[in-house]
């Protein structure tokens, strides 16, 4: 099974891909964003700053996703993607869409470069405020569907806490 479900600090992963549930800015900010620049250290902002610069000066949108390096982490990659803001995607089939998208597009991104593991977060469950049981049956889907395609990707889903990992696990196969 190349799904892993966990409950942790995903900057702690050893895996070649991270992901990370950044904003269009693609300049830090709080939750994990902010815990994997810490983590990281400078090196991704530094990068960050280079992307936006050169290759997206309007900002990276909503569903995409770019990568930089993961500077002292153990991973070889960060994919930034920025999740939809709920109440501000448009009506909710646009909203799951829009999550869907930063899924799938930062599993494409992590085999163009090559990685056979990625690790996610719970993308705009937060501060995003996306409802988690519809963001987790969205997370879900998408990567099951994708794996069709690649299934030697190594998926792992990383919770922060013990009751997202319920969530989540409970969403996408409900007990009797
Ligand atoms: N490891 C794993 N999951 C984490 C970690 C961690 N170290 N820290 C937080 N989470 P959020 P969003 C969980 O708010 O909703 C930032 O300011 C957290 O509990 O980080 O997509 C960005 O810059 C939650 O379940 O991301 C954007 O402006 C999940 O990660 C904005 O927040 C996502 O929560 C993005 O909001």
């Known amino acids: 099974m190349p799904i892993q479900i966990k409950t942790g600090d995903i900057t702690k992963e050893a895996v070649c891909a991270i992901v990370n549930a950044a904003n269009s800015s693609c300049m830090g900010g709080g939750g994990v964003d902010g815990a994997i620049h810490r983590a990281g250290g400078p090196e991704i902002l530094e990068e960050c700053k ?3 610069r050169e290759e997206l000066p309007e900002g990276l949108p909503t569903g995409q996703a770019v990568a930089t390096s993961a500077g002292r982490m153990n991973a070889r990659y960060v994919i ?3 999740g939809p803001v709920w109440g501000r995607c448009g ?4 909203c799951d869409r829009q999550l869907a998208d930063a899924y799938r597009n930062s599993l494409l991104l992590a085999r163009r470069l090559g990685c056979r593991s990625i690790a996610f977060p719970a ?11 519809r963001a987790a049956k969205i997370a879900w889907q998408t990567v099951q569907e994708y794996l069709r395609d690649d299934p030697e990707m190594e998926v792992i889903f990383v919770f922060h806490s013990e009751r997202s990992r319920r969530i989540f696990e409970d969403t996408i196969e409900p007990s009797e």
């Open 50 to 52: 280079r992307i936006r």
């Open 123 to 133: 993308i705009s469950t937060g501060i995003y405020g996306f409802p988690a049981e």
């Open 80 to 82: 930034h993607t920025v």
């Open 91 to 94: 009506r909710p089939d646009q």
